[in-house]
């Protein structure tokens, strides 16, 4: 008989050769197994092996009725027999094989019943078919629309790989057939084989499958940056135990790039140690430098007490300064007292903002310095200025001493975070009221003239040490690339220092080297990070659970105050970058409403 298939979606009866079920229309796809057939529909799936389909269960039905009805109709017809014949004779046979009755020769006038035929004979009987059901072949290059549904089946199962090479292959052999699908489909293919790569850790075939798809679309962003990423880590991991300084330039960049690609903080870690552990024997004053790094990424009990030990051979080998005839280079002279800081507290009596002075000489708390006032910035002879948040005087406002009444410099209740200039004719501010845009503008206001020059857009500005120079929050043109970015105090072309967007309240070191700035963009919470003043690179940073933020350098350059919650209320901490030891100052207040609008501020 011939062997019967059915549709795997709606059982009807299909045949060999065919690609479409006719009663549904589902794709057909055969293996190898003749008595199993599977559909698709839209894309290949695999689908559980299914019982016989109905045809076959009547075959059956119709095969086992014939079957039973001539083992009775046997019966009868032996029992008729035995009735009519002689006694048998009983036959010695196993246990295991069934009695064979013997009928009695009947005389030729009584006629003999046709066998019955058995099951097998039955079956036997039926006709049989020598067809062998074809296989679907190989999509032909020949036709596009194959190859073009085969390469969509790949892609409609995510198997990227694949679904690459067919779309390559038609491509090259057909390239005007659906040309801009083929291509949106190889490219999404690359660039998802390109990210399956890099989380397996195969660099080499993510880079392959990256600059494969770029070639698609040049202009990708999101693929120029993935393709950087991954040549930055390679570049840094190869230098591993080979070059140092190489490693560590590479994966410091990608560090400031993405610090949370790979496990690129823990190489940066490897390879700061490594160069420390190089350096220590015969250059422990180098080496020091290198395990404050560390420690900065990973706080090891290990390179602690590798840090005390190059510290005491540095110590004990630092030679004593030769007389030079050449002339040693002029620096800025920076003033070495302790100075005070101003910061801002919340009495929750009054439920307001005030701003108090600590000595940090005596490291005693002074008085109020101005009531329902926030974020102070110091000038000369005592002179304050502050953003006044009282009914009758609030926008920026100056406090010749502290606890003297406000003299209103603004009117504006948005004037916000003023900073005094360096040489004190001015104050630096920002405001989102007075341009109709509502974005914040940084503005510069003459003390003595009361005129107010705009600079631009740009929050939570501060200047440099000679005060040529702004370091402010803000964007491109265009609203993105935003972070720290540097602009001439006489206005100009902003130049861009940091490329986290967070990255605000910037301070910059009076020795004019360093910028601390807070971000809550490159860790989990808000910390304090120190960049190098020219190029940006992140060299320094604090790492906490809690957050840190609003930093102020000292007058020395050699430390950095900044307000935490980290041991429950808000307190003031010194972090110095001699050993990056961080200990506690004074206390602020239990809370802060809105703790990133108070600040500090540092002067001699």
């Given at each position: 008989?011939?062997?019967?298939?059915?549709?795997?979606?709606?059982?009807?009866?299909?045949?060999?050769?065919?690609?479409?079920?006719?009663?549904?229309?589902?794709?057909?796809?055969?293996?190898?197994?003749?008595?199993?057939?599977?559909?698709?529909?839209?894309?290949?799936?695999?689908?559980?092996?299914?019982?016989?389909?109905?045809?076959?269960?009547?075959?059956?039905?119709?095969?086992?009725?014939?079957?039973?009805?001539?083992?009775?109709?046997?019966?009868?017809?032996?029992?008729?027999?035995?009735?009519?014949?002689?006694?048998?004779?009983?036959?010695?046979?196993?246990t295991s094989i069934p009695i064979a009755v013997q009928p009695t020769p009947q005389p030729e006038s009584v006629l003999e019943p046709t066998p019955l035929p058995t099951a097998t004979e039955i079956i036997a009987a039926e006709p049989t078919s020598t067809e062998t059901p074809t296989l679907p072949a190989e999509p032909s290059e020949d036709?596009?629309?194959?190859?073009?549904?085969?390469?969509?089946?790949?892609?409609?199962?995510?198997?990227?790989?694949?679904?690459?090479?067919?779309?390559?292959?038609?491509?090259?052999?057909?390239?005007?057939?659906?040309?801009?699908?083929?291509?949106?489909?190889?490219?999404?293919?690359?660039?998802?084989?390109?990210?399956?790569?890099?989380?397996?850790?195969?660099?080499?075939?993510?880079?392959?499958?990256?600059?494969?798809?770029?070639?698609?679309?040049?202009?990708?962003?999101?693929?120029?940056?993935?393709?950087?990423?991954?040549?930055?880590?390679?570049?840094?991991?190869?230098?591993?135990?080979?070059?140092?300084?190489?490693?560590?330039?590479?994966?410091?960049?990608?560090?400031?790039?993405?610090?949370?690609?790979?496990?690129?903080?823990?190489?940066?870690?490897?390879?700061?140690?490594?160069?420390?552990n190089s350096l220590h024997d015969e250059q422990p004053c180098a080496a020091v430098a290198q395990y404050q790094l560390a420690l900065q990424i990973q706080r090891a009990p290990q390179t602690r007490a590798r840090l005390e030990d190059a510290r005491v051979r540095c110590g004990e080998s630092a030679p004593t300064p030769e007389p030079d005839a050449s002339p040693a280079p002029t620096l800025p002279a920076l003033d070495t007292s302790p100075g005070r800081i101003a910061f801002t507290y919340f009495d929750g009596a009054k439920g307001q903002y005030n701003v108090r002075?600590?000595?940090?000489?005596?490291?005693?708390?002074?008085?109020?310095?101005?009531?329902?006032?926030?974020?102070?910035?110091?000038?000369?002879?005592?002179?304050?200025?502050?953003?006044?948040?009282?009914?009758?005087?609030?926008?920026?406002?100056?406090?010749?001493?502290?606890?003297?009444?406000?003299?209103?410099?603004?009117?504006?209740?948005?004037?916000?975070?003023?900073?005094?200039?360096?040489?004190?004719?001015?104050?630096?501010?920002?405001?989102?009221?007075?341009?109709?845009?509502?974005?914040?503008?940084?503005?510069?206001?003459?003390?003595?003239?009361?005129?107010?020059?705009?600079?631009?857009?740009?929050?939570?500005?501060?200047?440099?040490?000679?005060?040529?120079?702004?370091?402010?929050?803000?964007?491109?043109?265009?609203?993105?690339?935003?972070?720290?970015?540097?602009?001439?105090?006489?206005?100009?072309?902003?130049?861009?220092?940091?490329?986290?967007?967070?990255?605000?309240?910037?301070?910059?070191?009076?020795?004019?080297?360093?910028?601390?700035?807070?971000?809550?963009?490159?860790?989990?919470?808000?910390?304090?990070?120190?960049?190098?003043?020219?190029?940006?690179?992140?060299?320094?940073?604090?790492?906490?659970?809690?957050?840190?933020?609003?930093?102020?350098?000292?007058?020395?350059?050699?430390?950095?105050?900044?307000?935490?919650?980290?041991?429950?209320?808000?307190?003031?901490?010194?972090?110095?970058?001699?050993?990056?030891?961080?200990?506690?100052?004074?206390?602020?207040?239990?809370?802060?409403?809105?703790?990133?609008?108070?600040?500090?501020?540092?002067?001699?």
């Open positions: 008989m011939t062997t019967a298939y059915s549709c795997g979606n709606c059982g009807a009866e299909i045949i060999p050769g065919q690609n479409e079920c006719p009663q549904c229309g589902s794709e057909i796809v055969w293996q190898e197994a003749t008595t199993l057939v599977r559909y698709a529909k839209g894309t290949a799936r695999l689908r559980p092996r299914r019982g016989p389909g109905w045809q076959q269960l009547l075959l059956f039905g119709v095969i086992g009725i014939f079957i039973l009805g001539g083992i009775l109709m046997a019966g009868l017809w032996v029992a008729q027999q035995v009735r009519t014949s002689r006694p048998a004779q009983a036959v010695a046979r196993p036709d596009p629309a194959e190859a073009f549904e085969a390469a969509q089946r790949s892609y409609d199962l995510k198997d990227w790989q694949l679904a690459a090479s067919q779309l390559r292959a038609l491509r090259e052999a057909h390239p005007d057939y659906q040309r801009e699908q083929v291509e949106q489909m190889l490219f999404d293919a690359l660039f998802n084989l390109a990210q399956m790569r890099e989380a397996a850790g195969d660099m080499a075939a993510a880079r392959s499958a990256l600059d494969e798809a770029i070639s698609l679309r040049p202009d990708n962003g999101e693929l120029v940056s993935m393709q950087q990423r991954i040549v930055i880590y390679e570049t840094g991991v190869a230098a591993l135990g080979q070059n140092w300084e190489d490693a560590i330039n590479a994966l410091s960049a990608l560090f400031e790039l993405d610090p949370e690609f790979r496990d690129v903080p823990q190489r940066l870690f490897e390879a700061y140690v490594g160069y420390a002075l600590w000595d940090a000489a005596t490291q005693t708390m002074g008085a109020v310095a101005a009531e329902d006032a926030l974020q102070p910035s110091l000038g000369s002879q005592g002179a304050m200025a502050a953003r006044s948040t009282a009914e009758q005087t609030y926008g920026i406002a100056i406090y010749d001493q502290p606890g003297a009444l406000p003299q209103r410099l603004t009117k504006e209740i948005a004037d916000n975070r003023p900073r005094w200039s360096p040489d004190r004719q001015s104050i630096l501010f920002d405001s989102d009221k007075r341009t109709g845009d509502s974005k914040k503008h940084l503005y510069v206001i003459d003390v003595n003239t009361r005129s107010v020059r705009h600079l631009g857009e740009g929050s939570s500005g501060n200047w440099s040490p000679n005060g040529s120079q702004i370091v402010f929050n803000g964007c491109d043109a265009s609203g993105s690339e935003c972070g720290l970015w540097t602009i001439n105090a006489e206005g100009g072309r902003p130049r861009r220092l940091t490329s986290a967007a967070n990255d605000s309240k910037a301070s910059w070191s009076p020795d004019g080297k360093y910028i601390a700035f807070m971000s809550n963009s490159r860790t989990p919470t808000w910390d304090v990070f120190v960049a190098e003043a020219d190029t940006g690179n992140v060299a320094l940073f604090t790492t906490d659970a809690a957050n840190d933020g609003l930093p102020v350098w000292s007058p020395d350059s050699k430390s950095i105050a900044f307000l935490s919650d980290r041991d429950g209320g808000w307190a003031a901490y010194r972090w110095s970058l001699d050993d990056l030891s961080v200990n506690w100052m004074f206390d602020v207040s239990q809370t802060l409403p809105d703790w990133q609008e108070a600040s500090l501020d540092w002067r001699p």
